[in-house]
């Protein structure tokens, strides 16, 4: 049966946003594709006409939702620039802990990643790299182009530990969950210029005598 291109397009996009939500639900390795494909609407042959195999559809489904992200951010250029304080407030907030099969991937697939082939893997190391080019464009403290990367790293590889710490505790004891996110990120908040500090606090004082 013949299908439009438009309708090409329609279906790829059903299954990468079901295969997204279901493998940040539930794992990329708790789905399968008969359920992804259920999911969107379609069967488990179709699927495979769009993605040779589940790998490759876990290495886009993984990036589509940050894709989506950058596309909105891109339209609203012209809306105000969001903090780094605003960023923290987010990454570490009960409602991002909530939100796992519709929140961000990293946090989500974390902890599995490494158990995937090169094609996640490069789909994670992407969405990282360019969170961390954000949060860096979001300090506007004065302080070197290397502090700044060194911060919005810190911060997002401690968010992503912090967020698999608190959602894993959420049911038993949800004023430690809380309390996670809380502590990292008044951490992160609060650290400033690490080298620079380090080499001060390290100086010897000179002797007055």
Do not use: W
């Not at 699927?47 to 790998?55: G, I, R």
């Not at 609060?190 to 606090?201: E, I, L, M, V, Y």
């Amino acid at each position: 049966m013949f299908v439009s291109k438009e309708m090409t397009e329609i279906n790829r996009g059903s299954l990468l946003r079901a295969a997204s939500h279901l493998f940040r639900e539930r794992g990329i390795d708790g789905v399968g594709v008969a359920e992804i494909a259920k999911e969107a609407g379609l069967t488990h042959g179709a699927l495979y006409k769009h993605f040779p195999s589940k790998e490759a559809l876990a290495a886009e489904a993984f990036y589509h939702p940050v894709a989506a992200k950058n596309a909105e951010t891109d339209a609203s250029d012209g809306d105000r620039e969001n903090s780094f304080e605003e960023y923290l407030d987010a990454m570490f907030s009960i409602e991002h802990r909530d939100n796992l099969g519709n929140g961000c991937p990293m946090t989500a697939s974390a902890s599995e990643i490494a158990r995937q082939g090169p094609a996640v893997a490069a789909s994670f190391t992407r969405a990282f790299k360019e969170k961390v080019i954000s949060l860096e464009a979001s300090i506007k403290e004065k302080m070197p182009a290397s502090e700044k990367r060194h911060r919005a790293v810190s911060a997002l590889a401690a968010q992503i530990g912090a967020m698999a710490v608190a959602r894993a505790v959420a049911k038993v004891d949800a004023s430690l969950s809380k309390e996670v996110l809380q502590a990292v990120r008044e951490t992160v908040k609060s650290t400033r210029t690490f080298k620079g500090n380090k080499a001060k606090r390290s100086r010897p004082a000179r002797s007055t005598r």
